[in-house]
């Protein structure tokens, strides 16, 4: 059993006073994290938990990793769909890459885990929140993938795509050894705009406009993915790469489709059978 501690001791609490909304150190990561996803789509609060916090994240997450769920290896273009025969076969999207992942899923951490707890802590879901300049943000319900870990073995790679959903929110509990870095290219395509060619460049190994962000445990990332083309490379190392994903949607009541939760996650529950309201999930 992991030790419990509360979410003001999982958090590096001095550095960011989270729950005290009167606090100067408070107000100037929030206006730090809105600079940098306004200039960048992309935005990093460094050594967000505290070392206690980090070790007792990554021990719960270590004791579920044999219950992964890695879903086949598979081909993906970076619209994540099945391609378009109307296009010729080396446009972008008919090109498809390698595509390997598995997840520890929501239902493996109960009530009393200390990612739970400080999932549904609401004083985290405000300062994200106003982080991503939202009015209210909520739970994502869906109790198979709202809070899951992302485990990336030696060998395996996340290639290019863009998100479905509008942002994203993860939290590095292990890095790579080597390897496992996030690469991105902001602002790639624009709502009435594919940029096709920009997008075959960068397949065709372009790296001109590619930035990466060496990022490491502790560190909580924020991502605008719907616009800017990203993916995580090969961990080259011997050591697995593990990401903790918390996700929160604008609307209440958000649940993933049942064929989606089950491709990626292997389960679905009854609730994705009585609800089945389509919601962006978190990876692709
Ligand atoms: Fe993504």
Redesign the pocket.
Known sequence: MTQRLEPQQIINNAAYPIDDTNNDARKVVIDQVRRELAEDGCAVIRNFFSTDGLNALLAEATERKPMTYYSPDKLCNVYLNDGDPIFPKDHPINIFLPRSNGFITSDLFDAETNARRLYYWQPLKQFLCECLGKDELHIYEDPVSNMIVNVSKPGQQFNW?F?TNEF?ITMLLQAAASGGIFEYIPELRSCDDECYDEVYTVLKGNRTRVRQLELQAGDLQFFL?RFSL?QVTENTGTTDRLLLIMSFSERPGMVGSMARVKTLYGKTTDVHEKNGIRADGL??
Do not use: I, K, L
Request: hydrophobic share 15%; glycine share 14%; proline share 0%.
């Open positions: 795509h998100d994203t993915g990203h990876v692709d």
